[in-house]
């Protein structure tokens, strides 16, 4: 098993930044691809960025590419999720995500139905 305790939101105006962290504590944290999801009020939850064990391959929905970067340590066991130029649009828990993958050191699901062990999340707040 792994445990993942999110960090770092806050309230921000609109066009600011946050970084967001996720510390990650159990099995071997580089056997696991990693990925943000999000759930804004009244919905469902969202895929937001993902990256694969090794670090190499990362992905992100549309509506935040160019203005969020996922990235890892496998050395801290910790996962980032730098997010610039936040919209109000933005605000959401943001949660991270584990999946063990032992196929491919450069495959990320993006479903969060692979994901099989979560962190509470943390409140990302964008005012205009």
């Known amino acids: 098993q792994v445990q993942l305790v999110e960090s770092g939101g806050g309230l921000v105006q609109a066009g600011h930044s946050l970084t967001l962290s996720c510390a990650a504590s159990?099995?071997?944290?580089?056997?696991?691809?990693m990925a943000w999801f999000r759930q804004a009020p009244g919905k469902e939850l969202e895929f937001a960025a993902a990256i694969s064990r090794s670090g190499v391959s990362k992905g992100y929905a549309d509506s935040v590419k160019g203005r969020f970067t996922i990235s890892r340590d496998n050395a801290k066991k910790t996962l980032y999720l730098q997010m610039n130029s936040l919209k109000p649009e933005d605000t959401a828990v943001y949660y991270c995500g584990a999946s063990r993958e032992l196929r491919s050191s450069s495959y990320y699901p993006t479903l969060a139905g692979n994901y099989e062990y979560w962190g509470q999340g943390t409140q990302v707040t964008v005012s205009s």
């Open positions: 159990g099995q071997p944290f580089s056997t696991y691809a």
